[in-house]
Structures are given as C-alpha cells and as structure tokens.
C-alpha cells in the first residue's frame, strides 16, 4: 500500500481511527445522557462516514440542505432532519418527494413558511413531520424562547398535512465563547431554550416529544439537561484547530488534515502548495479569537503547532526564519484545517489513513451540494 506521502497535493486525509474514536465519543455522551443522536451530516458529506455512525449507534442524521438531504435518501438514510427553514416552493416540492422514502423533518420558524410546505404535502397526498426552530442566543434563524415559540406552534395547528413533533435550537455562539465557564452557560441557555419553549406549547395542550439541541462545543453539556431527547454534534466527528482552540479537543484528535509540499524554502518564509482553495480562509465563526493563523501544522516535527500566516490562492505561506537547510523542497506536511466543514467542502475524495497508509478512498459525496 502507498503512504499519503505518495499522493498528489493538497490530498484531504482522514485518519480512521481517530473518526472511529472522535465517533464513539459522541455516541458515548449521548448514552450517559439519556438522548438520541443525531449527527450533523455537513460537517464529512460522506455516506461511509455516516454508515459509521449509524453502526455506532446514531438514530437519524441532520442535514443543512435539501440537496444534501437527497444524495444521503438516495444512499439509503431514511430519518433525517433539515435544518434550514424553507421559503420557496420548489425546495418545498423536493422535500416532499424525499417524504415518499424516508423521514424527513422540515424546519419551520415563520408563519410565512408554513402554507408552502402545506401545499407540497397536500398535493403529494402525505402529512410533513415539522419541527420548529429556536433561538438559543445565536440570533440566526429561530422564534424567540418561550411564548413566541409556542404561538407559532400553535398557528401551525392549522395545517392538516403539517405535524409539529419537536423543537431545535443551535448554540453556534458558542464557538466565541472566551473561556469553558462562559461555553457551560451557552450550553445551558440553549437546553433552557428549547425546555422553556415546549413547557409553553405544552400548557396550550400541545404535546413537543422531541427537543433536540446541538453544536459540538455544547452538546456534551446541554444533552444532560433533564427532559432533553437529542443532540446534533456535527464537527465533532472529526474535529478541527478552532475546536481544540476552544478546548473542546485536543489538535492530536483531529481526524482530517490537508497534505501539502513544500514548494520554496526563503531565509525569513516558507511555501507551500495548500492555499485558500485547499484550507479556506476561515479563522473561526462567531467571534472566535482562538484562531491567530489558517492551519495549524501537524507533521514534520520541526513545523509542528505552527500556524499558516498568509494564504492566496495557491499558496500557503509561513513567515519563519531560519528553516533553510533545515526543510527540503518537496517535502511532505500535514495541515490541521482551522475549519473541517468548510474544508472538506474544497474536495472530491477522503484519503482514507490507518497510521501512515491509505488503505482506502471514499468520495465526499454530497460536496457542493449546497442548495
């Protein structure tokens, strides 16, 4: 077998045993807790990395968009949530048609959303599950806790093809939280959220069996909180530099890297052949200031920690004295990618590591299926 030095670069890399670990941990919590889970599919776009969570024991997957959300019906996934709210008819007559060969819940957080997905079920002779969205301090998409929640709840009573089983909320705030005590709050803002917002809907005489909270720095937390069911950790299955920056990993979990060539080797820079459109441009969402460069290098030993400084297109660079002589052009990196999702997004394939050799490649299968 070929070692990923042998390959093309940039390759995307994932050391399979690392996922198999970072996935036992989030099957793990989810057990201790008492919940359901329910990963989020965006972060590997991967049907072989979500059959591995099924067979560890995952209860649906979460997908962020209705073309996302097809390619893993179509791989034979059959309980899945899209969490994105729809607005247009078209997306609405998709969603339908998947209704037809698996579960797939829609997102509702407007009034205004709701006779497009009553039509598309209508017409399709089918009932569209419907869970509603929550704003857990993230200030995005989602009703306001509480009552405003349980009024649109209860508006949505009126559809006949529309059936609200659950709430969600998303704590993505939580990737700015400055330190573990402020990322603990988060995490309970975002369970209280949801509990609040069914306790309201409940009270009218509405009964919400699920409440599903979610994001990979707060699930451990906010899936303890009694009379939550599910969590939607999605990152979590690889992990990436922002992660271990919140100090939710540590860079040796990292599942995924990105290999690259040294390219030149100046008396005050090094290059390399890993640019934005290998890494992304990313530095963290939501405020985070963890992240000071665009990659943090895993391999050779003499770059280790280092974090990229300047990207273009092509090119990675790291302003660095002192590496002449002591790097080789040609030589072969490792690049922890500040942001997996986003990167893994740039490519066709995984190369599929067990220590130093690829023992297999899978596609990215729903890459760029962003609509």
């Excluded at 972060?43 to 072989?48: A, G, V």
């Excluded at 007559?93 to 509702?108: D, E, W, Y």
Aim: with cysteine; net charge negative.
């Amino acid at each position: 077998m070929k070692t990923w030095r042998e390959y093309p670069t940039p390759s995307l890399l994932l050391d399979i045993k690392k996922m198999k670990r970072n996935i036992s941990r989030m099957y793990c919590s989810a057990e201790e807790n008492g919940v359901q889970l329910r990963p989020h599919i965006k972060t590997h776009k991967s049907l072989r990395v979500a059959e591995a969570q099924k067979a560890a024991g995952a209860s649906g997957l979460t997908a962020a968009t209705i073309s996302e959300a097809e390619v893993f019906v179509e791989g034979g996934f059959t309980d899945l949530l899209l969490a994105f709210p729809l607005a247009d008819s078209e997306k609405c007559r998709r969603l339908a048609k998947l209704n037809k060969k698996a579960r797939v819940i829609a997102s509702i957080d407007e009034a205004g959303q709701a006779p497009l997905l009553q039509e598309a079920a209508a017409k399709n002779g089918l009932t569209i599950e419907v869970w509603v969205k929550v704003n857990a301090g993230l200030n995005r998409c989602g009703t306001e806790p509480g009552e405003e929640t349980a009024d649109l709840v209860e508006k949505l009573q009126a559809y006949d093809a529309l059936h609200v089983t659950g709430l969600y909320t998303h704590a993505g705030h939580a990737y700015g939280a400055p330190d573990q005590t402020a990322r603990e709050e988060i995490a309970r803002e975002e369970a209280q959220a949801v509990l609040v917002s069914a306790s309201a809907c409940e009270k009218r005489g509405i009964a919400i069996p699920h409440r599903s909270v979610g994001s990979t720095p707060t699930y451990e937390i906010s899936g303890a909180f009694e009379g939550i069911t599910e969590v939607r950790p999605g990152n979590g299955v690889f992990f990436d530099g922002v992660q271990a920056g919140l100090g939710v990993c540590s860079l040796n979990e990292c599942a995924v890297t990105v290999s690259a060539t040294v390219a030149a080797v100046k008396k005050d820079r090094v290059i390399f052949d890993a640019g934005s459109k290998s890494l992304t441009l990313e530095k963290g969402a939501h405020g985070n200031e963890s992240i000071k460069g665009f990659g943090t290098i895993a391999e050779p030993e003499i770059l280790r920690g280092k974090e990229l400084t300047r990207l273009s297109e092509e090119h990675g660079v790291l302003d660095q004295t002192g590496m002449q002589g002591r790097l080789k052009l040609g030589q072969k990196i490792r690049i922890i990618p500040n942001h997996a999702c986003t990167a893994v997004n740039l490519y066709d394939r995984y190369l599929v590591l067990d220590g130093e050799e690829v023992v297999d490649e899978w596609p990215v299968d729903a890459r760029g299926r962003n609509q």
